[in-house]
């Protein structure tokens, strides 16, 4: 059976036009998108293997997001903090556990221990003022990472 929408012919055209529900919200400009949680091979705190433990977070805008005093930290509240430090429109940084050269792509942790857990944690990243933008759980350890 057909419905007939019966429309009186002083009413325009326009007037037919349905509000679209409202767009999903778009998630944080800055993001999680990779927690490496469980280097290779064993855990011996060398610094070659807390750096081959990392976090990847990505700036999904268009423009340059400024994170100085933002903070990276695990369930257990370790935690990095970010000097005067931006990040480019489109662009990906890695936080490395371990010690060395921070740069433009990669910052290092400076930590002697492995921040996180091989089985379970959580990444929570806060802007200066302590508001948490994204957040990213794991728990497993049939794989060694977690895209976010």
Not at 95 to 117: A, L, Q
């Amino acid at each position: 059976m057909r419905t007939r929408l019966l429309v009186p012919a002083a009413v325009s055209v326009g007037a037919l036009l349905v509000a679209s529900p409202p767009a999903l919200a778009a998630g944080p400009a800055i993001q999680i998108t990779k927690i490496y949680y469980d280097s290779p091979g064993k855990d011996t705190r060398s610094n070659t293997s807390l750096n081959a433990e990392y976090v990847w977070i990505k700036n999904t805008s268009s423009k340059t997001v400024a994170v100085t005093g933002w903070t990276l930290a695990d369930a257990s509240r370790h935690r990095y903090t970010f000097p005067a430090f931006s990040i480019p429109a489109g662009k990906t940084i890695t936080i490395r556990t371990g010690s060395g050269k921070s740069g433009t792509s990669t910052r290092y942790w400076g930590m002697g221990n492995y921040v996180w857990n091989n089985d379970r944690d959580t990444a929570s990243l806060r802007n200066a003022g302590g508001k948490l933008i994204d957040s990213c759980s794991y728990n497993s350890t049939k794989v060694s990472y977690k895209i976010c």
